[in-house]
């Protein structure tokens, strides 16, 4: 299937879906990574996503632009459509609005689409370490987990609080890669180049 944005896939598309915080940064170290697993990938900013994201650099890594806004209804779209999601980083906001079926950027309105398509989703939370253990943020990813998203939330690894010093944390990028992996091995026939 051809796009008006970018190459035709040669295998199964994954939306990397970048919030605001610092590992989105980094997200043009994953993304060729990701390709040589076989994913076509493409990336979708929320609006504070694109404060930290390298859009030239995606855009020159994917092929296709990178996203953070609805399309004009006559416009065609851009992307192909997703096989699968992964939300890197997910910030606290972002969680917690998702969790209620807030759908006010783009990249919300894909993920809650995405939940009742049924699609495979991974999410990186990547809050504080205090913001990690507030009570609406630990509801919340108990209830994306119950809808049948992976999320993977290790609390010894998150940033500190900011303070002078303040660990930066440890963002799990190889967990990231071997879950999406195993995603892409267990889509549905016909998905595979």
Known sequence: MATSG???????VLYLIACGGRPAADLAGLVPRLQADGWTVCVVATPSGTKFIPRDE??????????????????PDVLPPADAFAVVPATFNTVNKWAQGISDTLALGLLNEAVGLGRPIVAVPWPNAALARHPVFERNVAELRAWGVHVILDPARLPAPDSPGASEGSFPWDVLQTRLDLVRR????????
């Open 6 to 12: 970018g190459p035709v896939p040669d295998g199964p």
């Open 186 to 193: 267990n889509l549905p026939a016909g998905l595979e180049p």
């Open 58 to 75: 995606l855009r020159e890594l994917t092929g296709f632009p990178v996203r953070n806004d609805y399309k004009r209804p006559e416009e």
